[in-house]
């Protein structure tokens, strides 16, 4: 049996007292997982295969382009949009309804949007449908305009049909078709069975920019009520008719699994249990609420079998972030080149002054406030119902029905709003709930809602990866940087989920924010070195760039340092050729009252200092200012000044929000976030003991968009990675102190 | 059976006397606007108005809500200083992900229905709910327009 081939169909279980769960080995479950990115990318092609057999008029030619697929225009004149993406507070519902809206000549305000089902024709970023990477908007922008094109264009077919009059003597203005010669008008649902039902043609012109109405303003968001007032439902609220509450304990180690439960007999004779059940990795209580789950499940005396003593097959009795930390710096080993550039050996060997530095940055947790929750539900022919968080829901779907033992096409995938994610909803094996939802469903035979608590998901949730890079720079007599080497060292997402899809060697999520840097240092090697991580990694809001940017960023200003110059000037001098990061410089510098690097005394006494930053994050660049102080020995955030040039921009108030959303998360991680292991286990397990950043440590925030007309870059995660480097960089300058490593809770700071 | 009064309803319901609010309001009642987020009081996403003040649900034993008066955000427009603070969350634009928001809006009122013009001390102490958003400056603005 390799790691693809299905598990076995088990019949739906109706004793409450049947385990079919049990033989499930975790090498099987994760078995699952590993495959599940192929599996995932494949099915877009497979399921276009099959449409096509179904005859033409069902032909998705392309993904993006069929309009049925997407748009629902109702006869009171609304739509209903079946999105690509799925909404978890970035806003694409609204961008998405504007751009779409644009073309059609349709107030977004009157679209309303959910996640579309699994499909082909959502595959509309590259190829692939996902909601991350800040892919979003800038992937489907011109496909979805297009598709808003294409659609009013079959409406005034449709019309000039209806009414009798050649096409191009109709208009149309917000939702209605208008005949001006004659006064008559009809509105778009009126015709939109008709023009539904013509074949779309594929050369009509969109709009020129200059004539927007909505796309580039600050259109309302549409999620704003129900968000205020309890109306938005996210997957933790999803019930059904008899639906039974699971709750889990997660073996203390990872890898390992329930050996015996020493009180199983007591648990099920507690108030509501309905059924205790081995999971891979778990134990799963059931119970008619959820309460009374999580009683029986922390109160499961389970005896685990034994971690390993050492390696990483499992969480090893003996790992600690301290000691991967240690592994990481001791290795010694050259590396795969990711990027050379000029003849760094003889920069080196005629340099005036070499410096060399060490940087690391810990785990972390996503700690999204919505706790993650599955439903699973299996109806009378066999098929499956999945409720389930998720930024990829073709891939959820080819994992579950290999769990549930079915084909894709019998998992009907519904993918809620999102409390949060910032990475967690991708599929990352154990620290993913549905596969538990899926067996408990099938042991049941009811419809099953696990839900982890906070404290499980601590102990599970797949975790930023402890990051180390080493630096050397050569600088010239004049203190300006000759040459540039920097090693990378450790284990990314990309390589450990999709090492699959993207074979280069080199791990793109490991070096991203060391490479493709804006700065003229003629002589540069970057190097690469790969040493895995035994925990479940993950994607985290700027992946590599949330780390690697402060790495950078902040050697960077210790060149500046070595060689006697100031940290803006040294930028905007290694920008000089470049006049689009230096405008931005010159903008961000603008929007704080000018550069200043202090310590200086503010008017409120206080002794403060700034520090600047750099980053080309997701196709956008952003130039970052911190103004920072000290209290009781801890670095307190006054200002956040970011200019960010994405390109252009389709809502600017939800680019402004997302900055601002970016930079709170990167000042978190700056200040306070680190997961730490101890003889194998998490520390953390709720908010008490992992602090994330609270309303007390919230700067102000000021925003500056620069649209430079460059390609479309992304906007959820750009705001992020200055934000490390540039407060770092003020404690510097105002305390001497440079932090090499974070979060900075645990470094005392003292004023200079 | 327990009796609660939740957004001027009167429920009898039959649930162990240690279960939390917040999961009777979730799981037995269906009010899933109040969240669950952490369990411990930390992150605020459960907070309710009980006899109109501000309480986080799932710090409080079902059986010690006694006679007083439970207000949910399903219900906290039928309330003017929560209507206001709604109408502030909507206008100013607050919600990002918006799960945490329930919750600020809730204390929000809480604080307002006690002190209709805070300090930026009162609203300092008021208003500690967590948001991963980043939305606090946002909740602030917001507070200080219902307030207005």
């Known amino acids: 049996m390799n790691d693809l081939t299905p598990h076995h169909r088990l019949g739906l279980a109706s004793s409450p007292a049947s385990e079919p769960v049990r033989n499930l080995s975790r090498r099987g479950f994760l078995g699952i997982a590993s495959g599940a990115l192929l599996l995932g990318i494949d099915l877009p092609k497979e399921a276009a295969a099959q449409t096509r057999a179904e005859?033409?008029?069902?032909?998705?030619?392309?993904?993006?382009?069929?309009?049925?697929?997407?748009?629902?225009?109702?006869?009171?004149?609304?739509?209903?949009?079946?999105?690509?993406?799925?909404?978890?507070?970035?806003?694409?519902?609204?961008?998405?309804?504007?751009?779409?809206?644009?073309?059609?000549?349709?107030?977004?305000?009157?679209?309303?949007?959910?996640?579309?089902?699994?499909?082909?024709?959502?595959?509309?970023?590259?190829?692939?449908?996902?909601?991350?990477?800040?892919?979003?908007?800038?992937?489907?922008?011109?496909?979805?305009?297009?598709?808003?094109?294409?659609?009013?264009?079959?409406?005034?077919?449709?019309?000039?049909?209806?009414?009798?009059?050649?096409?191009?003597?109709?208009?149309?203005?917000?939702?209605?078709?208008?005949?001006?010669?004659?006064?008559?008008?009809?509105?778009?649902?009126?015709?939109?069975?008709?023009?539904?039902?013509?074949?779309?043609?594929d050369d009509v012109a969109l709009k020129d920019p200059k004539d927007f109405r909505w796309i580039g303003r600050p259109v309302a968001r549409l999620d704003m009520r129900d968000k205020a007032t309890g109306r938005a439902t996210y997957a933790i609220d999803i019930r059904l008719d008899a639906m039974l509450h699971a709750a889990v304990q997660h073996a203390p180690h990872l890898g390992t699994e329930p050996r015996a439960i020493a009180n199983e007999a007591e648990i099920r004779a507690m108030p509501g249990v309905h059924s205790v059940h081995r999971l891979p990795g778990a134990v799963a209580v059931v119970a008619d609420s959820w309460w009374r789950a999580r009683k029986g499940a922390e109160a499961l005396q389970v005896a685990w079998s034994e971690p390993a003593a050492e390696g990483i097959a499992t969480v090893s009795a003996a790992f600690s972030s301290a000691a991967m930390l240690a592994a990481l710096k001791g290795t010694t080993e050259p590396g795969l080149p990711a990027e050379q550039e000029g003849d760094p050996d003889a920069a080196f060997a005629k340099a005036a002054k070499v410096i060399e530095a060490e940087y690391d940055a810990p785990y972390l947790a996503h700690a999204?406030?919505?706790?993650?929750?599955?439903?699973?539900?299996?109806?009378?022919?066999?098929?499956?119902?999945?409720?389930?968080?998720?930024?990829?829901?073709?891939?959820?779907?080819?994992?579950?029905?290999?769990?549930?033992?079915?084909?894709?096409?019998?998992?009907?995938?519904?993918?809620?709003?999102?409390?949060?994610?910032?990475?967690?909803?991708?599929?990352?094996?154990?620290?993913?709930?549905?596969?538990?939802?899926?067996?408990?469903?099938?042991?049941?035979?009811?419809?099953?809602?696990?839900?982890?608590?906070?404290?499980?998901?601590?102990?599970?949730?797949?975790?930023?990866?402890?990051?180390?890079?080493?630096?050397?720079?050569?600088?010239?007599?004049?203190?300006?940087?000759?040459?540039?080497?920097?090693?990378?060292?450790?284990?990314?997402?990309?390589?450990?989920?999709?090492?699959?899809?993207?074979?280069?060697?080199?791990?793109?999520?490991?070096?991203?924010?060391?490479?493709?840097?804006?700065?003229?240092?003629?002589?540069?090697?970057?190097?690469?070195?790969?040493?895995?991580?035994?925990?479940?990694?993950?994607?985290?809001?700027?992946?590599?760039?949330?780390?690697?940017?402060?790495?950078?960023?902040?050697?960077?200003?210790?060149?500046?340092?070595?060689?006697?110059?100031?940290?803006?000037?040294?930028?905007?001098?290694?920008?000089?050729?470049?006049?689009?990061?230096?405008?931005?410089?010159?903008?961000?510098?603008?929007?704080?009252?000018?550069?200043?690097?202090?310590?200086?005394?503010?008017?409120?006494?206080?002794?403060?200092?700034?520090?600047?930053?750099?980053?080309?994050?997701?196709?956008?660049?952003?130039?970052?200012?911190?103004?920072?102080?000290?209290?009781?020995?801890?670095?307190?955030?006054?200002?956040?000044?970011?200019?960010?040039?994405?390109?252009?921009?389709?809502?600017?108030?939800?680019?402004?929000?997302?900055?601002?959303?970016?930079?709170?998360?990167?000042?978190?991680?700056?200040?306070?976030?680190?997961?730490?292991?101890?003889?194998?286990?998490?520390?953390?397990?709720?908010?008490?003991?992992?602090?994330?950043?609270?309303?007390?440590?919230?700067?102000?925030?000021?925003?500056?968009?620069?649209?430079?007309?460059?390609?479309?870059?992304?906007?959820?995660?750009?705001?992020?990675?200055?934000?490390?480097?540039?407060?770092?960089?003020?404690?510097?300058?105002?305390?001497?102190?440079r932090v090499r490593s974070l979060p900075l809770a645990k470094t005392r700071l003292s004023g200079v | 059976m327990i009796s609660l009064s939740i957004n001027g309803h009167q429920h009898s319901i039959d649930v162990d006397p240690d279960t939390p609010l917040l999961f009777v309001l979730r799981d037995t009642i269906g009010l899933t606007g109040t969240k669950y987020g952490c369990g411990i009081g930390q992150c605020g996403a459960c907070t309710v108005l009980i006899d109109g003040q501000a309480i986080r649900s799932c710090q409080m034993p079902v059986e010690s809500v006694g006679a007083q008066p439970v207000t949910t955000i399903e219900a906290i427009e039928a309330d003017p200083v929560g209507a206001r603070v709604v109408a502030a969350w909507v206008g100013i634009e607050v919600p990002q992900c918006g799960y945490c928001q329930s919750g600020q809006v809730m204390a929000a009122s809480g604080l307002l229905k006690e002190t209709p013009n805070p300090t930026e001390d009162e609203i300092a102490a008021a208003m500690t709910n967590l948001c991963r958003c980043g939305t606090y400056n946002a909740i602030a603005a917001a507070v200080r327009q219902a307030a207005a």
């Open chain 1, 55 to 201: 005859g033409p008029a069902a032909v998705a030619a392309k993904p993006g382009t069929r309009v049925a697929a997407f748009l629902e225009i109702r006869t009171d004149g609304s739509v209903r949009l079946l999105s690509p993406f799925v909404e978890g507070g970035q806003g694409i519902n609204t961008g998405l309804a504007q751009t779409i809206g644009e073309e059609l000549d349709l107030d977004p305000a009157r679209f309303a949007v959910e996640c579309a089902p699994p499909g082909p024709d959502y595959a509309v970023v590259n190829g692939l449908r996902m909601t991350g990477g800040s892919f979003s908007t800038r992937s489907s922008f011109e496909a979805m305009r297009r598709l808003g094109a294409t659609a009013r264009e079959m409406l005034l077919r449709a019309a000039a049909a209806r009414l009798a009059v050649p096409q191009d003597s109709l208009t149309t203005d917000d939702g209605r078709v208008i005949h001006a010669a004659s006064g008559r008008t009809l509105g778009y649902g009126e015709v939109a069975q008709a023009a539904l039902a013509l074949l779309p043609r």
């Open chain 1, 368 to 737: 999204q406030l919505e706790p993650p929750s599955a439903v699973a539900r299996f109806t009378a022919d066999g098929s499956l119902d999945l409720w389930v968080p998720n930024q990829m829901p073709e891939l959820f779907q080819g994992v579950a029905a290999k769990t549930a033992g079915l084909d894709p096409e019998q998992v009907r995938i519904h993918s809620p709003m999102l409390g949060g994610f910032f990475g967690r909803h991708f599929f990352y094996g154990p620290a993913t709930p549905f596969p538990q939802a899926i067996l408990l469903a099938k042991a049941t035979g009811r419809p099953v809602r696990v839900l982890w608590s906070r404290e499980e998901e601590f102990r599970m949730d797949a975790v930023r990866p402890l990051s180390f890079a080493r630096f050397k720079a050569a600088l010239g007599p004049d203190g300006m940087p000759v040459a540039l080497r920097t090693t990378a060292v450790g284990e990314g997402p990309i390589g450990r989920w999709f090492g699959a899809l993207f074979k280069s060697p080199v791990d793109s999520s490991v070096v991203e924010g060391l490479d493709k840097k804006p700065y003229a240092i003629p002589n540069r090697q970057l190097d690469y070195v790969r040493v895995p991580h035994p925990v479940t990694i993950a994607f985290w809001r700027s992946v590599g760039h949330s780390m690697n940017d402060y790495f950078y960023e902040s050697f960077l200003d210790e060149i500046a340092a070595a060689g006697g110059r100031d940290p803006f000037d040294l930028r905007m001098a290694l920008l000089t050729d470049s006049p689009r990061h230096a405008t931005l410089l010159r903008t961000v510098a603008e929007l704080a009252g000018g550069w200043r690097r202090g310590p200086f005394t503010a008017e409120d006494g206080t002794r403060r200092a700034r520090g600047v930053s750099m980053a080309s994050p997701f196709g956008s660049e952003t130039a970052t200012i911190a103004e920072v102080s000290l209290t009781d020995g801890e670095a307190r955030v006054h200002d956040l000044w970011i200019a960010i040039d994405p390109g252009s921009v389709v809502n600017p108030a939800i680019v402004r929000r997302q900055v601002e959303s970016a930079a709170a998360l990167g000042l978190s991680s700056t200040l306070l976030e680190q997961v730490v292991y101890e003889n194998g286990q998490r520390q953390a397990r709720n908010f008490d003991s992992y602090p994330i950043l609270d309303r007390t440590r919230m700067p102000r925030v000021h925003v500056a968009i620069v649209e430079s007309g460059a390609p479309m870059g992304g906007i959820g995660e750009p705001g992020l990675p200055g934000v490390p480097p540039a407060v770092v960089n003020a404690v510097a300058a105002l305390t001497g102190q």
